[in-house]
């Protein structure tokens, strides 16, 4: 492999890539596109659970302001090493089932993927609903609103930038160690990396690089564009600023106008 | 040392022997002089990249600060590349850069990678929040802007900056081990070796010992760099007077 | 009517912000509760709709205890302004505006087309229906507070230094319009402000608080400018208090003195001929008062007419009803000595000089006395 530009290996990834024998399953290899499902289904499945407990966690301590040490004791969960702990799981659980099934490596995966999803997106759920003005949240008490008005009339709404992030960054987390599933063994995009490895096919090793990092960037995406959708442009700022501006300075104008002695 | 050793070894006896998960010490000392090689090469592979990645980091950061239209791309590209997951960029390092697969560089120019996406945004940010007064009345004492830089607007930057530069620090710690998996040397081996001896029955010694040094290094690093943030800000410990 | 029947509040670290306060604020006026920072203004306020509440005493809201009646519903009857509006951002100004009557079932619609109506009332073009509270300034953004509370129509307003963020200009702009449109809907309203000028401005009664929470003087504000009752009342409201509480003092029957005047169209040689001491007031066709001309200033460039461009502007004119204060003031401010006095219809009534004036005042305290 020392001979051969990166011109060559380039051209070599992308005749791997293209080549439609790669997709489909065949009686020996499993194709991308099955792979490639379910790598979409592990992250699926473990952001769903995380943005499960974390998102309705997050809504909680940011509205009663109780139990932030929870806040601060998923964040010391980032320093836990991803591949370690799906080791040590996987060696813990997998022995127990038996048989055709992978449940005994899906289960390890998928505690790890939510483990590593929960922080993110509990932080900053938290750390949304903790920076709303205090001033709204007053207004709104002081007009009546009950606890769950404000926290899904108010707090969440606003706090829906930060939500977002959150869950891109969770999601982004989880698409790239769901490949180190693939090291248990398990299936996923990960599996073209470690057996390219080992067969020391490095045009299917890099493709499955590629792969994974064009499924991050489109889920990525994706989700700006749901947060687009969803986040009111009173908060995105997307509002045309310049339309704005020009009417505020011909008020500030008139204002002026209006106070000026006679 | 040995005193410990001798109480571990009676605690799990026959030592070498124990897959028990608390046997981890025991299998460290059995195993010291590989182990201590790999933490070494993991601490450097987790430093190193984010050293060279803020050094890096810092003219960008500083240039889309002081022109704003820079400030957008320069946040959308780096964004792009972190969202590249840490495996991908270790394949994908060589065949661009034309290193052989498996180069001892692969590793941590794709690290770098990493801190410079994560670091420009975090010095832009830090920059921009050193308040406007602040900076206006350096510019009024006859500061050029060389020395605006380094002796006012850094200085108030530091918390911003050391606060990207834990989680880089502290991400690259795990993506490191990453790298282990794919055969490089350093505290994911471990992992690997955990997992090759666990056939047919579970062999935890290894697979602890790593989790345990790499949240160790994570959280030495991570107290390295508050404590020297605490040095660099002395004025951050002030009382407000009341 | 607001009764507030020895309240307190104790808060649980011990800090007493509220001292058995007694204190009546009556149906349809404005009770301004004045004091320095941390006197105990903001809580005492905010015991009225129970975002606190009192840990002794009692408050009566129309004789009816606010301590009985659930804490939502009671807030939903009483309108709430605070310093930074506190707007909704994710919502438009409509919707900012109608979120009451929408929480109270009130027909989308329907609470549109009123939040529309308000909008107007406040003085803000309808064009900002639609924009979000970043796209407006903090001024625009206070009406838009305004707005919201009084648009389910409340009969208590409650409002903590609604008018404190925002710069004197607009503030005083504010407080114009403020009491503009009390005067039409005669709310009950407290008002809380450390600003005595503010309190004096706008209360029908003006409560001053000390530290400790402590009621030091209910007045109404000519009365407590003119008999503060002891010296912390006296120093809060601070110097110049004797020539402030003359703007609370209509004059009532002024002896106006005749004043010759010309119009803007006379001939310079006309208004030469009619001058006093050199000094001659231009009037408009409608009999306005445009400014004095100065005869030593010559005619226009050229011609025998009045040179608009050379008249005097700068006093201030006083109303035939207008108070000591305002009448002195257009007295002190003219070039010529001789304050400007318009009738109602703001047409030229006389003048009157400073010597004059300081007669009045000293013939009233005579008579006081
Ligand atoms: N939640 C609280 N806990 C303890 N003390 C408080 C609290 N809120 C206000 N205080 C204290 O109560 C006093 C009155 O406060 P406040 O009513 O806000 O004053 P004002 O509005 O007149 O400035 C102050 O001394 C303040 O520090
Ligand atoms: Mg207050």
Redesign the interface.
Same mark, same amino acid.
């Given at each position: 492999m020392a001979t051969g530009g990166a011109g060559e290996m380039i051209g070599q990834v992308f005749s791997w890539l293209t080549d439609s024998a790669h997709w489909r399953d065949t009686p020996l290899d499993t194709g991308i596109t099955t792979q490639l499902l379910a790598h979409i289904k592990f992250s699926l499945i473990a952001v769903g659970i995380a943005g499960a407990i974390a998102l309705p966690l997050g809504l909680f301590i940011g509205h009663t302001r109780r139990a932030t040490f929870l806040v601060a004791g998923a964040n010391a969960l980032r320093s836990l090493p991803s591949v370690g702990l799906l080791v040590l799981l996987t060696v813990m659980i997998a022995p127990h089932f038996h048989g055709r099934t992978d449940v005994g490596f899906v289960i390890p995966t998928e505690i790890v993927l939510v483990l590593l999803a929960i922080p993110p997106i509990l932080s900053n759920t938290y750390a949304g609903v903790d920076n709303v003005s205090p001033a709204v949240t007053d207004a709104a008490r002081g007009m009546g609103m009950r606890g769950r008005q404000i926290l899904f009339g108010v707090e969440l709404p606003c706090s829906l930038p930060l939500i977002f992030s959150g869950i891109r960054s969770a999601t982004l987390q989880v698409i790239a160690t769901a490949t180190i599933a693939s090291f248990v063994p398990l299936g996923g995009l990960g599996r073209f990396i470690y057996d390219g490895l080992q067969q020391q096919d490095y045009p299917q090793m890099i493709g499955g690089g590629v792969l994974v990092a064009a499924l991050a960037l489109t889920a990525d995406m994706l989700l700006a564009l749901i947060q687009r959708l969803v986040v009111s442009r009173g908060i995105s700022g997307r509002f045309s600023k310049s339309g704005g501006a020009a009417a505020d300075a011909v008020d500030a104008a008139i204002t002026r106008a209006e106070v000026a002695p006679v | 040392m040995s005193l410990l050793h001798a109480v571990f070894a009676t605690a799990d006896s026959p030592s070498s022997a124990s897959s028990s998960p608390w046997h981890f010490f025991g299998y460290f000392l059995d195993h010291r002089s590989q182990d201590l090689s790999w933490l070494w090469t993991h601490t450097w592979l987790s430093v190193v990249p984010v050293i060279v990645g803020l050094l890096i980091a810092l003219p960008l950061g500083w240039l889309s600060r002081r022109y704003g239209w820079l400030y957008p791309p320069m946040v959308s590209i780096t964004g792009l590349l972190y969202t590249i997951p840490s495996i991908a960029l270790f394949v994908l390092v060589p065949p661009l850069l034309g290193l052989s697969s498996l180069d001892p560089l692969q590793v941590p120019i794709a690290l770098t990678v990493y801190s410079v996406a994560l670091l420009v945004r975090v010095v832009a940010d830090g920059l921009a929040s050193v308040p406007e007064e602040v900076n206006q009345a350096a510019t009024a004492i006859g500061y050029g802007r060389a020395r605006r830089l380094f002796a006012v607007e850094l200085p108030v930057a530091v918390p911003v900056i050391a606060a990207g530069l834990r989680v880089a620090t502290v991400s690259n710690v795990s993506m490191v081990a990453i790298a282990g998996t794919i055969g490089m040397s350093n505290l994911g081996q471990l992992f690997q070796i955990g997992k090759d001896l666990s056939t047919p029955t579970a062999y935890y010694p290894p697979i602890v010992l790593g989790i345990v040094l790499c949240v160790l290094l994570a959280l030495v690093l991570d107290a390295l760099i508050i404590l020297a943030t605490r040095l660099m800000t002395p004025w951050r410990r002030a009382v407000p007077a009341k | 009517m607001i009764r507030f029947e020895s309240a307190s509040k104790t808060y649980p670290d011990g800090t007493v912000a509220v001292d058995a306060l007694d204190l009546v604020a009556p149906s349809g006026q404005i009770t301004v509760l004045v004091g320095p920072s941390g006197c105990g203004k903001t809580t005492s306020l905010r015991m009225i709709?129970r975002?606190i509440d009192a840990t002794g005493g009692r408050i009566l809201l129309d004789d009816q205890d606010v301590a009985k009646v659930e804490? !939502? *519903?009671?807030? %939903? /009857?009483i309108g709430?302004v605070?310093? @930074?509006? /506190?707007?909704?951002? @994710?919502?438009?100004i409509i919707d900012n505006i109608a979120?009451?009557p929408l929480?109270l079932g009130t027909s989308k619609k329907e609470a549109r087309a009123g939040a529309m109506d308000l909008l107007d009332r406040v003085g803000l073009?309808q064009?900002f229906a639609r924009?979000?509270?970043? *796209?407006?300034?903090g001024?625009?953004q206070q009406r838009v /507070?305004v707005a %919201? !509370?009084l648009a389910a129509d409340p009969p208590v307003m409650?409002m903590d230094e609604p008018f404190s963020a925002v710069d004197p #200009? #607009?503030r005083?702009?504010l407080q114009d319009e403020f009491l503009r449109l009390q005067s039409d809907l005669g709310k009950t309203i407290v008002f809380v402000t450390h600003d005595i000028d503010e309190a004096i401005k706008l209360g029908d009664q003006v409560a001053v608080l000390r530290v400790g929470g402590h009621l030091a003087q209910m007045a109404t504000p000519a009365e407590l400018l003119s008999n503060p009752v002891d010296d912390f009342v006296a120093n809060f409201v601070g110097r110049d208090r004797g020539y402030r509480a003359l703007g609370f003092e209509a004059v009532g029957q002024l002896p106006l003195e005749p004043e010759p005047t010309v119009s803007l169209e006379s001939s310079f040689a006309e208004a030469s001929k009619v001058a006093t001491d050199g000094w001659v007031l231009v009037l408009d066709a409608g009999r306005h008062p445009q400014g004095w001309l100065a005869i030593a200033d010559g005619p226009s460039a050229g011609s025998d007419s009045i040179d608009r461009g050379r008249l005097r502007r700068g006093g201030t004119v006083a109303s035939v009803d207008g108070t000591y204060r305002a009448v002195l003031d257009a007295a002190l401010s003219s070039p010529t000595g001789r304050g400007v006095v318009v009738g109602h219809d703001g047409t030229f009534a006389g003048t009157l000089n400073a010597t004059q004036v300081v007669a009045l005042i000293e013939s009233r305290a005579g008579a006081a006395s």
């Open positions: - | - | 709709n975002m804490p !939502a *519903q009671l807030r %939903r /009857g709430y605070i310093q @930074h509006a /506190g707007l909704f951002p @994710h919502r438009t979120s009451v929480m073009d064009k924009r979000y509270p970043a *796209q407006l300034s001024g625009q /507070g %919201r !509370a409650l #200009v #607009v005083e702009q």
